[in-house]
């Protein structure tokens, strides 16, 4: 599957991230040859990409979850490494990976231990207080076990990363426009869904679809999460 998608993944969801977060890291660091790493990492599209974003970056591997026999690429290509030491990185990058943990607040303990002072810390998550999960449930297609060990909430991600106390939030921003497509294909097997079967069926009205996009937007209700952390 993932050679038959893997054009569509770079263009539409790798390079997207990578260049998101090259706004912050242009505009807190100067210099060009920055320490980036990637932790539990489930593919190896982003350490590829990351040369076109970032072409003088060194960019490690850190507890891949991936067999890097099946990725076609030269191992020595691959920046592998089971840990990093501590304060020597620049940036993380944490892409869903504290849903795939099986300690979240393990995983960002480590991702802060391994950044330098003042490093940005860069999280792509689902979140269960998502518009799409609250109306669908169980229903919801992004449970998918053992690839979703967690799915946090907006409340429950603003306490893992207060508890830990390392940490000043730059954004924490919910994206994603998946929210409302989704429920609208599940919305015939759902109770007491009449409210939203006429505002998204029956009116027929493209503003109020995106209307209501911006609003779960706005206010942090999409599922789809995207945080930025900067270490103290």
């Known amino acids: 599957m993932w050679p038959k998608t893997q054009a569509a993944r770079k263009d539409k969801i790798i390079l ?25 990492p489930n593919h190896w599209g982003y350490s590829n990409s990351a040369q076109e974003v970032f072409q003088e970056a060194k960019y490690f591997l850190v507890e891949p979850l991936f067999d890097p026999e099946i990725s076609g690429i030269p191992l020595n ?17 944490l892409f869903e990976a504290l849903d795939r943990s099986t300690d979240p607040n393990e995983l960002l303990t480590k991702a802060s231990n391994s950044l330098k002072s003042g490093g940005l810390c860069f999280i792509t998550s689902l979140l269960s207080s998502g518009f799409e999960v609250q109306l669908l449930g169980e229903k919801s297609e992004i449970f998918v076990p053992p690839e979703r060990m ?54 027929q009205d493209i503003e109020i679809k ?22 103290k």
């Open 210 to 231: 995106n209307s209501f996009q911006d609003y779960l937007q706005m206010n942090r209700l999409g599922t789809f999460a995207r945080l930025v952390l900067r270490k």
């Open 150 to 203: 967690n799915i946090l909430s907006f409340e429950g991600m603003n306490e893992l990363i207060k508890n830990l106390g390392h940490f000043e939030v730059l954004e924490f921003s919910t994206p994603g426009v998946f929210d409302i497509p989704n429920v609208v294909e599940s919305l015939n097997g759902l109770d007491n869904s009449s409210f939203f079967e006429y505002i998204f069926k029956k009116r």
């Open 77 to 93: 290509d691959l920046c592998l490494v089971e840990n990093v030491p501590q304060a020597s990185l620049d940036a993380v990058f």
């Open 16 to 40: 997207p991230q990578l260049q998101w977060a090259n706004g912050f890291i242009s505009q807190y660091f100067q210099k060009k040859e920055i320490l980036l790493a990637e932790y539990y």
